[in-house]
C-alpha cells in the first residue's frame, strides 16, 4: 500500500506526502521509515484512547522523487 500510494503521488505530481503514525508504534515506524519517509514533526496527544494518555504522533515526509519519462533522446 505505501508503494502504491507514493505510485499515485508521482501521477498527481505531487512534491510530497505527509503522514502520521502514533509514537508507539515501532512496526508502522520501522515500515515507513524503510520506504524513505522521514520524521519532520510531532503532533502532541494526537492519538486519544480511551482510558489511556494520549499518545503523541510522529509526522513523515517522503520527498517524491520525480523519473524523467523523455530523456530528451529523440
Known sequence: LVDAALA???????????????ADNAAAIGLYEAAGFERVGT???????????????LVLRHTVMRHTLNSGRG
Open 8 to 22: 499515485a503521488a508521482i501521477t498527481a505530481n505531487a512534491e510530497a506526502v505527509f503522514l502520521e503514525v502514533a
Open 43 to 57: 503532533r502532541r496527544g494526537y492519538y486519544a484512547r480511551p482510558g489511556q494518555i494520549p499518545i503523541d504522533a
